[in-house]
């Protein structure tokens, strides 16, 4: 079941469409060249997550893309309308009552619209959450380290490339979990030319001690800087927060690839599979499967008050 409400001016809470019918032009550059952003994030109980911290973002890649967007307030009316939307669905869907799902998936979408005519296309999907996430949460992952291509200060001098910003171009992060799974391996973990880590195709990276190098008890937790043009992560910030708070040590990189395998726990993180643990990175296995679980209960448990 999918919900789509697009944002209008003539429909102020949004415009409510048949998730069936087309309703996008197929000369629309969303379509034809990725040109456009996105968000996606978690809804519990008929409430977005860190809906704030997500809006700011998708401002910020509009700013980069230099693509107009609706307000703040257009957006938090039309997620309002399409989650409202969904619950009923699914509600109507189960004969039960219309409470809300225990979780869904909320994608806001902006493109630069129909070839030609400068007006941005804007909507906002509600979808169950895929069960193979929360899998991916219980079991763990097997991790492949690919190049992205790019050394770490490609960024500042290369803007137009874009890092940094949540784009509908993800033919590359696409092509390179096919590539991962077609090595036996669940997810990617990028690096850069000069060999620092940078991100997850659709998640940030983090890493624990729980002892430093003398062997003296620590928690600190680790994420690569933001200076190599990745996404800021969501999710990220929020346990980084709720961890300060819980008395961890808070670090951003730069980190490299002797860094994770050095580490006694390291996890892919994001709004929709929240903390997942790596079991092994190129083969390797990380920490031990006792320390790793250990630690992502209590960090899910430190997540979970954010959420």
Excluded at 59 to 77: N, V
Excluded at 192 to 210: F, R
Excluded at 221 to 248: M, N, R, S, V, Y
């Amino acid at each position: 079941m999918t919900v789509l409400v697009f944002l209008d001016p003539a429909h102020p809470a949004g415009r409510l469409v048949d998730a069936a019918t087309p309703s996008l032009l197929a000369t629309d550059e969303g379509v034809t060249r990725g040109d456009g952003i996105f968000e996606s994030m978690l809804a519990v109980d008929g409430t977005p997550r860190k809906i704030q911290a997500h809006l700011e973002r998708l401002a910020g890649s509009a700013r980069t893309m230099d693509l107009e967007i609706p307000s703040a307030e257009l957006w938090q009316a039309a997620i309002t309308t399409a989650v409202a939307a969904f619950s009923a669905s699914e509600a109507q869907a189960s004969g039960t009552a219309a409470d809300a799902p225990a979780q869904c998936v909320v994608k806001l979408v902006v493109t630069r619209g129909p070839e030609g005519a400068n007006t941005p296309t804007a909507w906002v999907q509600v979808s169950a959450i895929s069960p193979a996430l929360a899998e991916q949460r219980a079991k763990g992952l097997n991790v492949l380290l690919l190049e992205r291509g790019y050394d770490s200060d490609i960024s500042a001098r290369a803007p137009w490339l874009l890092l940094g910003a949540k784009t509908l171009s993800y033919a590359v992060n696409m092509a390179a979990l096919r590539h991962a799974h077609e090595q036996g391996a669940d997810d990617v973990i990028f690096t850069s030319g000069d060999d620092l880590v940078l991100e997850g195709p659709t998640s940030s990276v983090l890493l624990a001690h729980i002892s430093d190098d003398s062997g003296v008890p620590v928690k600190r937790l680790i994420t690569p800087h933001l200076d190599t043009g990745i996404l800021p992560g969501t999710t990220q910030g929020a346990l980084f927060a709720a961890a300060k708070e819980a008395g961890w040590e808070l670090g951003y990189g730069p980190v490299t690839p002797a860094d994770l395998m050095d580490a006694d726990a390291v996890w892919l993180i994001s709004s929709l599979r929240l903390l997942a643990p790596v079991n092994t990175i190129n083969g390797t296995e990380i920490g031990t499967a006792a320390i790793r679980a250990q630690l992502s209960e209590e960090l899910s448990a430190l997540l979970a008050t954010t959420l």
